[in-house]
C-alpha cells in the first residue's frame, strides 16, 4: 500500500486586524460622512446618542444606527448605499495609512523570503455601506462593519448587523477558522492545526476601550495587540497608558504609520517573532513529514 500523502503546511499566513474609528482615521468616520451632509454637529449628534442609551438602556451601536435612520428621515434625505459610499471620499486618514499597507506587505515578505503571506482586516462598528467607499479599501482582506438593511427604494430602514465592543471578538474567530463569510457559522469544533491562521499570527491594531474585548482575547490565545494615540494628545495617551498598564496590550505608539516611525518600528518587532515562528513551525512540519511523524 502507497504511504499517504502528507497535506502541505498551510498556516503560513498572518493577519493584521484594525479597527477603523480612532485608529486609521482621526475622528469616527460619520463625522466626515453623514452628520455633515445630514448639517448635524457630531458633539450634539453623539451626546444624545449618550442620553437615549443611558434612557432606554440599550446597545449604544443599535441606538446611534436607529438615531442616524430618524435624523435622515427627518432632513428629507436620500442617502442610498451608494451616496454613503460616496461620502467616504472625504475621511481622512492619520498620517502614511495610504502607503503602510504596501510597505508592511513588502517588509514581510522581504523577512520571510516570500514564504509568509500578510493579510489586512478591519473589524469596525461604523458603517459598512461607508467603508465599501474608502480608498484604501482593496489593501482589505475583509471589512466587517455594522449593516443596514436598504429597501427596494435604496432607503435605509434598520440594522441588520451590529457590531458592538463585545461583538467584534467573533469576527477574530471568523478569521481564526478561515469561516470568514457572514453566513458562516464558527460554532463546530476545529483542531487547532486545521486553522489557517491561528492567533499566535494575529496583531490587533486598535484605540482604545472599545477594543479591549478583541485585544484581550488576541493576547489570551497568543497574539499580539497595540493601541494608538493621536499624536501629543494627553486624553488619548491616558487611555494607551491605561491599557498597557491592564497588560491589554504589547505596545502603544502615536498613529503615525509613516515609515520609520514609533509605530512602525513596534509593529515590525512584532511580525518579526510572527514570522519566525511560521519559519519554524514549518520546518517542525516538514520534519515530521518527512520521518512519517502524525
Keep these: 500500500m502507497a504511504p499517504r500523502k502528507k497535506p502541505p503546511f498551510a498556516q503560513n499566513v498572518l493577519a493584521l486586524i484594525y479597527d477603523f474609528d480612532g485608529t486609521l482615521t482621526p475622528q469616527p468616520m460619520q463625522e466626515y460622512t453623514v452628520l455633515p451632509e445630514l448639517g448635524l454637529?457630531?458633539?450634539?449628534?453623539?451626546?444624545?446618542?449618550?442620553?437615549?442609551?443611558?434612557?432606554?438602556?440599550?446597545?449604544?451601536?443599535?441606538?446611534?444606527?436607529?438615531?442616524?435612520?430618524?435624523?435622515?428621515?427627518?432632513?428629507?434625505?436620500?442617502?442610498?448605499r451608494e451616496a454613503l459610499r460616496s461620502l467616504a471620499r472625504d475621511i481622512e486618514y492619520f498620517k502614511g495609512v495610504e502607503e503602510w499597507f504596501a510597505r508592511i506587505n513588502k517588509y514581510v515578505k522581504a523577512k520571510s523570503k516570500g514564504e509568509v503571506e500578510v493579510r489586512h482586516y478591519i473589524i469596525s462598528a461604523g458603517l459598512d455601506e461607508i467603508l465599501a467607499g474608502i480608498s484604501i479599501r482593496d489593501h482589505f482582506t475583509r471589512i466587517y462593519a455594522s449593516q443596514y438593511f436598504f429597501d427596494h427604494h435604496e432607503v435605509a430602514r434598520f440594522p441588520t448587523i451590529a457590531i458592538n465592543d463585545t461583538g467584534k471578538t467573533q469576527y477574530l474567530f471568523k478569521i481564526n477558522k478561515g469561516r470568514e463569510g457572514l453566513g458562516e457559522s464558527i460554532n463546530d469544533y476545529m483542531p487547532e492545526t486545521a486553522r489557517p491562521i491561528p492567533f499566535e499570527h494575529m496583531l490587533y491594531i486598535g484605540d482604545g476601550m472599545t477594543d479591549v474585548p478583541c485585544m484581550t482575547v488576541t493576547k489570551k490565545y497568543g497574539g499580539f495587540a497595540i493601541a494608538v494615540h493621536k499624536p501629543?494628545?494627553?486624553?488619548?495617551?491616558?487611555?494607551?497608558?491605561?491599557?498597557?498598564?491592564?497588560?491589554?496590550?504589547?505596545?502603544?505608539?502615536?498613529?503615525?504609520?509613516?515609515?520609520?516611525?514609533?509605530?512602525?518600528?513596534?509593529?515590525?518587532?512584532?511580525?518579526?517573532?510572527?514570522?519566525?515562528r511560521i519559519l519554524f513551525e514549518r520546518e517542525r512540519f516538514d520534519f515530521r513529514s518527512s520521518q512519517g511523524l502524525a
Design 41 to 80: 454637529d457630531p458633539q450634539e449628534f453623539w451626546d444624545e446618542v449618550g442620553r437615549q442609551v443611558k434612557a432606554t438602556g440599550g446597545d449604544q451601536i443599535l441606538t446611534y444606527m436607529r438615531l442616524l435612520i430618524e435624523k435622515i428621515e427627518a432632513n428629507k434625505k436620500h442617502l442610498s
Design 232 to 276: 501629543d494628545d494627553d486624553k488619548t495617551v491616558a487611555t494607551c497608558r491605561e491599557l498597557a498598564d491592564a497588560n491589554r496590550i504589547d505596545y502603544f505608539a502615536p498613529a503615525d504609520y509613516r515609515a520609520g516611525q514609533l509605530l512602525e518600528q513596534r509593529v515590525h518587532s512584532i511580525l518579526d517573532l510572527i514570522v519566525a
